[in-house]
Nanobody
Framework: VQLQASGGGLVQAGGSLRLSCTYS????????IDWYRQAPGMQRIWVAR???????HYAAAVENRYSVSRDSTEMAVYLQILNLKPEDTATYFC??????WGQGTLVTVSS
């Protein structure tokens, strides 16, 4: 299993981004996918999950602005972030539990 996150960049506060996580491997349709973020100097924290049945779960701090989705045809998972805030600045990682990680994509939000 290999994961690759992309779609990060420098965005002004109030803007939006869609991050992508592409999955290479045989088990995409049986794999829940998690998104984490790690702000500079901080621990990596979980922000969202999409299950194999499409059920979505979010950390309380982001549930009103983050939206996760998956596309079985593309074998990809997406994280849409709306109304970006400077505190969203972080490297975002996708994860296929328990220990398959993508390399991360950096999101920088300017105020």
């Amino acid at each position: 299993v290999q994961l690759q996150a992309s779609g990060g960049g420098l965005v002004q506060a109030g803007g939006s981004l869609r991050l992508s996580c592409t999955y290479s491997g045989r088990y995409f349709n049986t794999a829940p996918i998690d998104w984490y973020r790690q702000a500079p100097g901080m621990q990596r924290i979980w922000v969202a999950r999409i299950g194999i049945d499409g059920r979505k779960h979010y950390a309380a701090a982001v549930e009103n602005r983050y939206s996760v989705s998956r596309d079985s045809t593309e074998m990809a998972v997406y994280l849409q972030i709306l109304n970006l805030k400077p505190e969203d600045t972080a490297t975002y990682f996708c994860n296929s539990p328990p220990n398959h990680w993508g390399q991360g994509t950096l999101v920088t939000v300017s105020s």
